[in-house]
């Protein structure tokens, strides 16, 4: 299974509304954990659902996670994954001074035979996403970033930079692009010899996150 993995906070619904709008169904899951306040995940989650005909539903407990969907996570609840297929929500302590915290979400991803990962950055204030995105980069995963210079609030794309483990820093409109590639059966993985041949803006290992 495909797996996608976004976190944002402040900012990140506009941005998130520029990359999804008339977003195709595709044969992945993506999981979105954006720092909401209370009862605010109904609205949210139905906003999001108006923009694209992929499946969007508020992710529960126990909740097994399917293809062509999108997955919201509740405000108050960490949203951990079992497997790469079933959700488990928590109302563990906060984490950053935030639950949900999409670091908690990526750390519970597993290396799967069969499975590919990417986990994505947008606007946010913080470094909640830092920790998730380095732990996802070790075990093979795609790791994109919004470029700072685009982000209404650069601190959380801009820590996940820092970690030095980003594959990609790109625009909402590249990111956009990226998902949508990766949901095709032409996308080549990090560990691919081919992969990060995109020279318009990325990343490696030895520049740190900086843009190039």
Same mark, same amino acid.
């Given at each position: ?11 990140? $619904? ?7 709008s008339?977003?195709? /169904?595709?044969?992945?899951a ?6 909401? $306040? ?10 999001i ?7 969007? /539903? ?7 996670i ?11 609840y ?93 625009? $909402? ?5 990226k ?34």
């Amino acid at each position: 299974m495909k797996i996608i993995i976004i976190g944002s906070s402040t900012g990140g $619904p506009y941005i998130l509304e520029s990359i999804l709008s008339k977003f195709p /169904v595709l044969p992945i899951a993506i999981i979105l954990v954006q720092h909401l $306040p209370p009862a605010f995940t109904k609205p949210f989650t139905a906003h999001i659902a108006a923009l694209t005909q992929m499946n969007v /539903v508020t992710a529960n407990s126990e909740e097994k996670i399917t293809e062509n969907s999108i997955y919201i996570a509740q405000s108050g609840y960490h949203l951990l994954i079992t497997n790469n297929r079933v959700f488990t929500l928590s109302e563990d302590v906060k984490v950053h001074g935030v639950r949900p915290a999409v670091d908690r979400t990526m750390l519970t991803i597993k290396k799967r035979a069969g499975d590919e990962i990417m986990g994505i950055i947008l606007s946010g204030m913080g470094r909640d996403g830092a920790e998730g995105m380095d732990y996802l980069h070790q075990i093979g995963g795609v790791t994109i970033a919004q470029d700072p210079a685009t982000s209404p609030i650069k601190s959380m794309p801009q820590a996940a930079i820092e970690t030095g483990h980003v594959d990609f820093v790109l625009t $909402p409109e590249q990111i956009r692009e990226k998902m949508i590639s990766f949901g095709g059966s032409k996308f080549l993985m990090r560990n691919h010899k081919q992969f990060n041949t995109d020279k318009t803006i990325s990343c490696t290992d030895n520049s740190k996150g900086m843009i190039l």
